[in-house]
């Protein structure tokens, strides 16, 4: 799966001389929180929510509505933009992508076509394909084990099951408890628990969850 085909489009793009407040009008308006900087068509810098809240003078100042609303006036996107800007391509996968928001702590990235901006990758965007992985809508006996990181341990399990009239909906692998084992979970319809529990016997090293979901 790559950006290209889950991104959020089209692009809500700010300009650098927008007023702070009509970028705050217009987040909640599309229900966004980030947006790209676009000067020419080309990205210049990203804004996000906070960035924007921040620039906002203190409920508890001083200060009266208009003279806070004169002074908002008078800020801009371009000062409260981050200028330097982590982006991806169309064409890169979704799990590099998910990488790179985790290790820079970013809750979103812009998608570029070449040098074009054509959609925004957010956390969001990865929940959703997270439930699809998990196969959180769809009904199930839902399965998390413990299995040795031997070669031919994850077939015998799915050739078990599937012998057993299961049906997967989905299948994820994760880090074990050490270095010579792997955590799985997996959804299976078309089996009660006992015979997805009886299936599985003697081929994983601990059934750690079984539950219809």
């Known amino acids: 799966m790559l950006v290209g085909e889950r991104m959020s489009r089209p692009v809500i793009a ?26 020419n068509g080309q990205i210049v810098g990203i804004v996000s929510d906070k960035d924007l809240l921040n620039a906002s003078p ?18 801009t996107v371009q000062e409260v933009m981050t200028r330097k800007v982590e982006t991806v391509q169309v064409d890169t996968a979704i799990e590099e992508a998910a990488r790179i928001m985790a290790d820079k702590k970013i809750g979103g990235l812009p998608v570029m076509d070449g040098h074009t901006v054509v959609g925004v990758i957010t956390e969001t965007d990865l929940f959703k394909i997270f439930l699809e992985l998990m196969g959180a809508r769809a009904s199930g006996v839902r399965v ?20 057993a009239g299961g049906n997967f909906i989905a299948f994820g692998q994760f880090a074990g408890t050490s270095a010579n084992t ?32």
């Open 14 to 39: 700010l300009t650098q001389d927008m007023p702070v407040h009509e970028a705050l009008v217009l987040f909640k308006k599309e229900h966004i929180r980030r947006a790209p900087v676009l000067k």
């Open 144 to 163: 998390t084990a413990l299995v040795n990181d031997e070669r031919g341990q994850l077939a015998a399990i799915t050739k078990a099951v599937a012998d």
């Open 182 to 213: 792997r955590m799985i979970t997996f959804k299976v319809a078309g089996l009660k628990m006992e015979q997805v529990k009886k299936a599985l016997d003697n081929l994983t090293d601990s059934l750690l969850d079984v539950r219809e979901g």
């Open 58 to 75: 203190s409920p508890v100042s001083s200060l009266s509505v208009w003279e806070m609303n004169y002074l908002l006036s008078k800020i």
